[in-house]
Protein backbone atom coordinates (compact mmCIF):
# COMPACT_ATOMS: atom_id res chain seq x y z
CA UNK A 1 0.00 0.00 0.00
CA UNK A 2 1.74 3.10 -0.99
CA UNK A 3 1.18 6.42 1.17
CA UNK A 4 -0.29 9.62 0.21
CA UNK A 5 3.37 11.00 -0.47
CA UNK A 6 4.90 7.65 -2.95
CA UNK A 7 1.40 8.50 -4.63
CA UNK A 8 2.12 12.14 -4.83
CA UNK A 9 5.71 10.84 -6.81
CA UNK A 10 3.97 8.70 -8.75
CA UNK A 11 1.92 11.49 -10.09
CA UNK A 12 4.08 13.47 -10.70
CA UNK A 13 5.53 11.48 -13.46
CA UNK A 14 2.47 10.87 -14.71
CA UNK A 15 2.09 14.83 -14.97
CA UNK A 16 5.43 14.65 -17.13
CA UNK A 17 4.67 12.39 -19.73
CA UNK A 18 1.27 15.04 -20.26
CA UNK A 19 2.98 18.42 -20.33
CA UNK A 20 3.11 18.73 -23.71
CA UNK A 21 -0.13 17.94 -24.30
CA UNK A 22 -1.94 20.11 -21.61
CA UNK A 23 -0.16 22.97 -22.82
CA UNK A 24 -1.96 22.15 -26.49
CA UNK A 25 -4.76 21.84 -24.93
CA UNK A 26 -4.89 24.83 -23.03
CA UNK A 27 -3.52 27.16 -25.37
CA UNK A 28 -4.51 25.75 -28.45
CA UNK A 29 -7.36 23.20 -28.49
CA UNK A 30 -10.17 26.28 -26.47
CA UNK A 31 -10.19 29.22 -27.69
CA UNK A 32 -9.38 31.79 -24.99
CA UNK A 33 -7.98 31.02 -21.65
CA UNK A 34 -10.77 30.21 -18.44
CA UNK A 35 -10.96 32.73 -15.65
CA UNK A 36 -12.53 29.96 -13.46
CA UNK A 37 -11.37 25.90 -14.16
CA UNK A 38 -11.83 22.83 -11.64
CA UNK A 39 -9.81 19.99 -11.85
CA UNK A 40 -11.98 16.87 -10.83
CA UNK A 41 -10.13 13.99 -9.17
CA UNK A 42 -6.95 16.33 -8.65
CA UNK A 43 -5.28 14.07 -6.22
CA UNK A 44 -1.99 15.95 -4.19
CA UNK A 45 -2.11 18.69 -7.05
CA UNK A 46 0.56 17.72 -9.16
CA UNK A 47 -1.26 18.84 -12.18
CA UNK A 48 -2.05 22.17 -10.60
CA UNK A 49 1.70 22.14 -9.50
CA UNK A 50 3.04 22.13 -13.35
CA UNK A 51 0.28 24.76 -14.04
CA UNK A 52 1.63 26.94 -11.60
CA UNK A 53 5.69 26.40 -12.17
CA UNK A 54 5.47 26.04 -15.98
CA UNK A 55 2.72 28.72 -16.54
CA UNK A 56 0.31 27.14 -18.96
CA UNK A 57 -2.57 28.15 -16.71
CA UNK A 58 -2.13 32.46 -15.62
CA UNK A 59 -2.37 33.22 -12.00
CA UNK A 60 -5.19 35.54 -12.66
CA UNK A 61 -7.14 31.97 -13.38
CA UNK A 62 -9.20 30.66 -10.31
CA UNK A 63 -8.15 27.05 -10.07
CA UNK A 64 -10.47 25.05 -7.66
CA UNK A 65 -9.07 21.42 -6.97
CA UNK A 66 -11.65 18.27 -6.28
CA UNK A 67 -10.67 15.09 -4.50
CA UNK A 68 -12.41 11.79 -3.08
CA UNK A 69 -8.95 11.87 -0.64
CA UNK A 70 -9.09 13.73 1.89
CA UNK A 71 -5.39 12.68 2.80
CA UNK A 72 -3.95 13.68 -1.12
CA UNK A 73 -5.68 16.98 -0.73
CA UNK A 74 -3.43 17.91 2.28
CA UNK A 75 -0.56 17.52 -0.11
CA UNK A 76 -2.37 19.35 -2.56
CA UNK A 77 -2.52 22.75 0.17
CA UNK A 78 0.60 23.75 -0.82
CA UNK A 79 -0.49 24.91 -4.33
CA UNK A 80 -2.77 28.46 -4.76
CA UNK A 81 -5.91 26.90 -5.36
CA UNK A 82 -9.06 26.41 -3.47
CA UNK A 83 -9.64 22.70 -2.32
CA UNK A 84 -12.84 20.66 -1.98
CA UNK A 85 -13.29 17.14 -0.46
CA UNK A 86 -16.00 15.47 -2.96
CA UNK A 87 -17.51 12.97 -5.21
CA UNK A 88 -17.28 13.58 -8.91
CA UNK A 89 -20.85 11.77 -9.09
CA UNK A 90 -22.04 14.56 -7.20
CA UNK A 91 -20.18 17.99 -7.59
CA UNK A 92 -20.83 20.75 -4.91
CA UNK A 93 -21.41 23.56 -7.19
CA UNK A 94 -24.24 25.37 -8.64
CA UNK A 95 -25.22 24.60 -12.37
CA UNK A 96 -22.32 26.51 -15.00
CA UNK A 97 -19.92 27.55 -12.47
CA UNK A 98 -16.76 26.84 -14.58
CA UNK A 99 -15.34 28.25 -18.04
CA UNK A 100 -13.33 25.01 -18.11
CA UNK A 101 -13.51 21.46 -15.92
CA UNK A 102 -10.60 18.96 -16.47
CA UNK A 103 -9.23 15.41 -15.34
CA UNK A 104 -6.34 13.96 -15.71
CA UNK A 105 -6.22 9.56 -15.29
CA UNK A 106 -9.43 9.94 -12.84
CA UNK A 107 -12.07 7.99 -15.22
CA UNK A 108 -10.18 4.87 -15.22
CA UNK A 109 -10.50 4.86 -11.80
CA UNK A 110 -14.65 5.18 -11.67
CA UNK A 111 -16.90 2.61 -12.06
CA UNK A 112 -19.54 5.36 -13.69
CA UNK A 113 -17.74 7.41 -15.92
CA UNK A 114 -20.98 9.01 -17.60
CA UNK A 115 -22.92 10.07 -14.77
CA UNK A 116 -19.74 11.93 -13.74
CA UNK A 117 -19.40 13.30 -17.43
CA UNK A 118 -22.76 14.41 -17.06
CA UNK A 119 -21.72 16.24 -13.43
CA UNK A 120 -18.42 17.64 -15.25
CA UNK A 121 -20.96 19.15 -17.94
CA UNK A 122 -23.70 20.44 -15.55
CA UNK A 123 -21.02 22.75 -13.96
CA UNK A 124 -19.81 24.51 -16.57
CA UNK A 125 -21.05 27.14 -18.51
CA UNK A 126 -22.62 27.11 -22.25
CA UNK A 127 -19.71 28.11 -24.49
CA UNK A 128 -17.31 26.11 -21.77
CA UNK A 129 -15.28 23.03 -21.97
CA UNK A 130 -14.75 19.70 -20.54
CA UNK A 131 -11.65 18.20 -21.05
CA UNK A 132 -10.10 14.68 -19.91
CA UNK A 133 -6.55 14.82 -20.43
CA UNK A 134 -5.26 11.78 -20.10
CA UNK A 135 -7.39 8.05 -19.90
CA UNK A 136 -5.16 4.81 -20.88
CA UNK A 137 -5.90 1.99 -23.06
CA UNK A 138 -4.04 -0.61 -21.54
CA UNK A 139 -5.64 -3.33 -23.45
CA UNK A 140 -3.32 -2.12 -26.89
CA UNK A 141 -0.28 -1.37 -24.88
CA UNK A 142 3.22 -2.17 -26.79
CA UNK A 143 5.76 -4.15 -24.84
CA UNK A 144 8.99 -5.14 -26.24
CA UNK A 145 11.00 -7.73 -26.09
CA UNK A 146 8.04 -10.04 -26.03
CA UNK A 147 9.05 -11.80 -22.98
CA UNK A 148 8.47 -8.32 -21.53
CA UNK A 149 5.00 -8.84 -22.63
CA UNK A 150 3.58 -10.46 -19.87
CA UNK A 151 4.53 -7.85 -17.82
CA UNK A 152 2.51 -5.19 -19.29
CA UNK A 153 -0.71 -7.98 -19.14
CA UNK A 154 -0.20 -8.02 -15.32
CA UNK A 155 0.05 -4.82 -14.56
CA UNK A 156 -3.37 -4.22 -16.57
CA UNK A 157 -4.33 -7.32 -14.62
CA UNK A 158 -3.74 -5.48 -11.01
CA UNK A 159 -5.51 -2.30 -12.59
CA UNK A 160 -8.56 -4.17 -12.72
CA UNK A 161 -8.17 -6.01 -9.12
CA UNK A 162 -7.83 -2.19 -7.77
CA UNK A 163 -11.09 -1.75 -9.40
CA UNK A 164 -9.72 0.60 -12.45
CA UNK A 165 -10.26 -0.06 -15.69
CA UNK A 166 -7.23 0.40 -17.57
CA UNK A 167 -9.16 0.11 -21.55
CA UNK A 168 -10.97 3.12 -20.97
CA UNK A 169 -8.96 5.67 -23.28
CA UNK A 170 -10.89 3.93 -26.26
CA UNK A 171 -14.09 4.60 -24.71
CA UNK A 172 -13.32 7.95 -24.45
CA UNK A 173 -14.99 9.92 -27.81
CA UNK A 174 -18.40 7.72 -26.87
CA UNK A 175 -18.65 8.85 -23.78
CA UNK A 176 -18.45 12.33 -24.80
CA UNK A 177 -20.79 11.77 -27.16
CA UNK A 178 -23.31 10.42 -24.46
CA UNK A 179 -22.73 12.69 -22.25
CA UNK A 180 -24.27 15.50 -24.53
CA UNK A 181 -20.88 17.65 -25.70
CA UNK A 182 -20.68 19.27 -28.93
CA UNK A 183 -17.18 19.72 -30.95
CA UNK A 184 -15.89 17.11 -29.68
CA UNK A 185 -11.91 16.45 -30.67
CA UNK A 186 -10.34 13.12 -29.57
CA UNK A 187 -6.54 12.23 -30.12
CA UNK A 188 -3.52 10.35 -28.89
CA UNK A 189 -0.65 11.24 -26.74
CA UNK A 190 2.33 10.34 -28.60
CA UNK A 191 5.46 8.43 -27.07
CA UNK A 192 9.09 9.55 -26.63
CA UNK A 193 12.02 8.30 -24.63
CA UNK A 194 15.41 8.53 -23.75
CA UNK A 195 18.17 5.78 -24.70
CA UNK A 196 19.08 4.65 -22.38
CA UNK A 197 16.20 5.74 -19.75
CA UNK A 198 17.41 7.75 -17.27
CA UNK A 199 17.90 5.36 -13.43
CA UNK A 200 15.50 7.72 -11.32
CA UNK A 201 12.57 6.89 -13.98
CA UNK A 202 13.10 3.55 -14.35
CA UNK A 203 13.53 2.82 -10.41
CA UNK A 204 9.90 5.05 -9.54
CA UNK A 205 8.45 2.90 -11.93
CA UNK A 206 9.68 -0.34 -11.00
CA UNK A 207 8.56 0.83 -7.23
CA UNK A 208 5.41 1.07 -8.48
CA UNK A 209 5.39 -2.54 -10.57
CA UNK A 210 6.79 -3.57 -7.81
CA UNK A 211 3.62 -2.66 -5.22
CA UNK A 212 1.14 -3.47 -7.94
CA UNK A 213 2.45 -6.61 -8.66
CA UNK A 214 3.13 -8.67 -5.17
CA UNK A 215 -0.08 -10.43 -5.17
CA UNK A 216 0.23 -11.63 -8.60
CA UNK A 217 3.35 -12.80 -9.42
CA UNK A 218 6.18 -14.64 -7.19
CA UNK A 219 8.88 -12.30 -5.86
CA UNK A 220 11.56 -14.28 -7.73
CA UNK A 221 9.99 -14.14 -11.03
CA UNK A 222 9.33 -10.29 -10.65
CA UNK A 223 13.25 -10.26 -10.11
CA UNK A 224 13.65 -12.12 -13.20
CA UNK A 225 11.08 -9.53 -14.95
CA UNK A 226 13.19 -6.76 -13.40
CA UNK A 227 16.06 -7.89 -14.74
CA UNK A 228 15.04 -8.29 -18.26
CA UNK A 229 13.74 -4.97 -18.16
CA UNK A 230 16.93 -3.29 -16.67
CA UNK A 231 18.97 -5.55 -19.40
CA UNK A 232 16.49 -4.16 -22.24
CA UNK A 233 16.30 -0.58 -21.30
CA UNK A 234 19.97 -0.57 -21.12
CA UNK A 235 20.87 -2.28 -24.06
CA UNK A 236 18.01 0.79 -25.60
CA UNK A 237 16.15 -2.25 -27.14
CA UNK A 238 12.86 -1.34 -24.66
CA UNK A 239 10.17 -0.44 -26.13
CA UNK A 240 7.02 0.38 -23.35
CA UNK A 241 4.09 2.06 -25.01
CA UNK A 242 0.82 2.90 -23.50
CA UNK A 243 -1.61 4.43 -25.75
CA UNK A 244 -3.06 7.17 -23.92
CA UNK A 245 -6.40 8.94 -25.01
CA UNK A 246 -7.60 12.45 -24.70
CA UNK A 247 -10.76 14.50 -25.30
CA UNK A 248 -11.89 17.70 -25.37
CA UNK A 249 -15.69 18.89 -25.85
CA UNK A 250 -18.01 22.03 -25.48
CA UNK A 251 -20.89 22.69 -23.82
CA UNK A 252 -23.87 23.57 -26.32
CA UNK A 253 -24.55 27.26 -26.73
C1 LIG B 1 -4.62 8.61 -10.73
S1 LIG B 1 -5.15 9.81 -9.60
C2 LIG B 1 -4.89 11.29 -10.51
C3 LIG B 1 -4.65 12.49 -9.66
C4 LIG B 1 -4.36 13.78 -10.44
N1 LIG B 1 -5.41 14.09 -11.37
C5 LIG B 1 -3.06 13.67 -11.16
O1 LIG B 1 -3.06 13.38 -12.34
O2 LIG B 1 -2.01 13.85 -10.51
C6 LIG B 1 -6.92 9.66 -9.57
C7 LIG B 1 -7.55 10.54 -8.50
O3 LIG B 1 -8.96 10.42 -8.60
C8 LIG B 1 -9.50 10.43 -7.29
N2 LIG B 1 -10.83 9.83 -7.31
C9 LIG B 1 -11.17 8.54 -7.53
N3 LIG B 1 -12.49 8.37 -7.47
C10 LIG B 1 -13.02 9.61 -7.22
C11 LIG B 1 -14.35 10.09 -7.04
N4 LIG B 1 -15.42 9.29 -7.12
N5 LIG B 1 -14.52 11.40 -6.81
C12 LIG B 1 -13.47 12.24 -6.73
N6 LIG B 1 -12.18 11.84 -6.88
C13 LIG B 1 -11.97 10.54 -7.12
C14 LIG B 1 -8.48 9.62 -6.49
O4 LIG B 1 -8.60 9.87 -5.10
C15 LIG B 1 -7.17 10.11 -7.08
O5 LIG B 1 -6.68 11.22 -6.40
Redesign the pocket.
Given at each position: MLTPTEWHQR?KF??RWTQQLRRFLLTEAIPQMPNRAL??????G??INDFHQSGTLPTHVHLVG????FD?LQLAQKQKVTLAC????SLPFPDATFDLVY????LL??KYPLP?LMEMHRVTRSGGWVIAMAEPDYAHRIDYPPVLSELGKLQRQSLIQQGANPDIGAMLAGLFIQAGFQNIKTGLLGGEWDIPQDEETWRAEWRVLEADLQELVSKEKLQEYRKQDASAWKSGERILFVPTFYAIGQIPC
Amino acid sequence: MLTPTEWHQRFKFQVRWTQQLRRFLLTEAIPQMPNRALEVGCGTGAVINDFHQSGTLPTHVHLVGLDIRFDFLQLAQKQKVTLACANAYSLPFPDATFDLVYCHYLLLWLKYPLPALMEMHRVTRSGGWVIAMAEPDYAHRIDYPPVLSELGKLQRQSLIQQGANPDIGAMLAGLFIQAGFQNIKTGLLGGEWDIPQDEETWRAEWRVLEADLQELVSKEKLQEYRKQDASAWKSGERILFVPTFYAIGQIPC
